[in-house]
């Protein structure tokens, strides 16, 4: 096995874990985003990410389309002059808490 198939990319690595925190599969999420899964396998092998899907990853799991851009090698660290995009839940007061957890509620409803 080449090298390139043995070592997922830095990307496909966030990827599953974002996966492995959802619990979900590949399948999974090409339905919830519309990204073929041949897709999946060009990221595993080193292939970037477009902007687009880039933006659509992000959305998906919820995170930082910065914190997603970076990730994907499509943006450094100090070009998205990224400091911190998911707070320590420990650091966040009971109202901050519960505030987070409606929106992502909403979210889920696919109210917001």
């Not at 959802?22 to 519309?34: E, F, I, M, P, V």
């Not at 499509?74 to 966040?92: C, F, N, W, Y």
């Amino acid at each position: 096995m080449a090298a390139e198939e043995s070592t997922p990319s830095s990307w496909w690595q966030y990827v599953q874990a974002n996966l492995d925190n959802q619990g979900w599969t590949t399948g999974d999420l090409a339905r919830h985003t519309g990204i073929d899964r041949s897709r999946f396998t060009d990221w595993r092998r080193g292939r970037s990410v477009s902007i687009e899907n880039a933006r659509t990853i992000a959305r998906v799991f919820g995170a930082s389309p910065l914190e997603v851009m970076v990730a994907a090698g499509l943006l450094t660290e100090q070009e998205a002059q990224l400091r911190r995009t998911r707070p320590d839940p420990a650091a966040l007061t009971d109202e901050e808490l519960l505030a987070e957890l409606g929106r992502r509620l909403r979210r889920a409803d696919g109210k917001v």
